[in-house]
């Protein structure tokens, strides 16, 4: 499935939050997925996320990828006791998502409020 845009929202009266943060910042519905999974889960790793959300491990760990390049997601590294070490991943307090989605939205509107003003019949 394609990423979803900002776009996508336009004539949608009643979307879904996973709807909202996939066109807003551009990630596919699987990656919302997976923040959503990750306030529920907090810390987990990729082994364990990819067992709650049924899918392959690279591609886990490619939406955390993704996530985390979002600022929506953070990793922390914790040592084993056997040694070695293993990441784990939290997402973001919803409340802090929130205000991302609504700068973003604003960020946009304000971009679509400029292309309206700028337009300019006699110059095309």
Known sequence: MAEAEIEDLVGDVSPSFEHVLSCVFGIRD???RTYLTLIEYRGS?????????????????RSLSTLREKGLVERRRRLLDSGGYVYQYTAIPVPEAKRLLHDALDEWVAGVHESID???PDET
Do not use: G
Request: no cysteine.
């Open 30 to 32: 699987h990656e919302s």
């Open 118 to 120: 700028a337009f300019d």
């Open 45 to 61: 790793t990729v082994a364990e996320l990819a067992d709650v959300l049924d899918r392959d491990r690279s591609n886990v760990n």
